[in-house]
T-cell receptor, first 113, second 117 residues
Framework: QQQVKQSPQSLIVQKGGISIINCAYENTAFDYFPWYQQFPGKGPALLIA???DVSEKKEGRFTISFNKSAKQFSLHIMDSQPGDSATYFC????????????WGLGTSLAVNP | EAGVVQSPRYKIIEKKQPVAFWCNPISGHNTLYWYRQNLGQGPELLIRYENEEAVDDSQLPKDRFSAERLKGVDSTLKIQPAELGDSAVYLC???????????????FGEGSRLTVL
């Protein structure tokens, strides 16, 4: 059972465009939603994260939008750059309880120059 | 500050042979994870340690996989005997749980790529 559903599976964006990746979850006990970025041959690295008490968090060109009622959250990459080409994973966890991170299946992003 | 260190980076073995992977987490991190990642997929948790205790090993194939974290620092993941389907990248990660509060960030090593022939 996939508890965190991520889409699209792959995404191609032109340089300067906006990349949008969406995730949906079922478990309302989740209270922490991180996004990880993974380059080929490397381990995932935390990019940005949000807790459900806020609807949006922005760090530079990266923004998480969070809709608690719809149980959805999304990553927006503004002014996408070729260096953003990577695989992005959303995840969710009940940080106060079992602390088991549940991962989406990933989105492979390619930003064309 | 040194990151999570894993070795070896690459390992090629014949099926039925044993293999071991080593992980040194970030200093002070009390929680350690072993993940398996197949090509084009997300990480799959194998085992999670808090200090020396394995608090979640429900996804560890215990017939052939074993792990240990002696003294609550370094960890070793072993596969014996390896099967063709074990070919994957084995990722180690660490995090800090402070006074029961999860900080929410996992720090990953670069992984150990296993090829079983």
């Amino acid at each position: 059972q996939q508890q965190v559903k991520q889409s699209p599976q792959s995404l191609i964006v032109q340089k300067g465009g906006i990349s949008i990746i969406n995730c949906a979850y079922e478990n309302t006990a989740f209270d922490y939603f991180p996004w990880y970025q993974q380059f080929p041959g490397k381990g995932p690295a935390l990019l940005i994260a949000i807790r459900p008490d806020v609807s949006e968090k922005k760090e530079g060109r990266f923004t998480i939008s969070f809709n608690k009622s719809a149980k959805q959250f999304s990553l927006h990459i503004m002014d996408s750059q070729p260096g953003d080409s990577a695989t992005y994973f959303c995840a969710a966890v009940n940080a106060g309880n079992n602390r088991k991170l549940i991962w989406g299946l990933g989105t492979s992003l390619a930003v064309n120059p | 500050e040194a990151g999570v260190v894993q070795s070896p980076r690459y390992k090629i073995i014949e099926k039925k042979q044993p293999v071991a992977f080593w992980c040194n987490p970030i200093s002070g991190h009390n929680t350690l994870y072993w993940y398996r990642q197949n090509l084009g997929q997300g990480p799959e948790l194998l085992i999670r340690y808090e200090n020396e205790e394995a608090v979640d090993d429900s996804q560890l194939p215990k017939d052939r996989f074993s792990a240990e974290r002696l003294k609550g620092v370094d960890s070793t993941l072993k596969i014996q005997p390896a099967e063709l389907g074990d070919s994957a990248v084995y990722l180690c990660a660490s995090s800090l749980v402070f006074e029961g509060q999860y900080t929410g960030e996992l720090f990953f090593g670069e992984g150990s790529r296993l090829t079983v022939l």
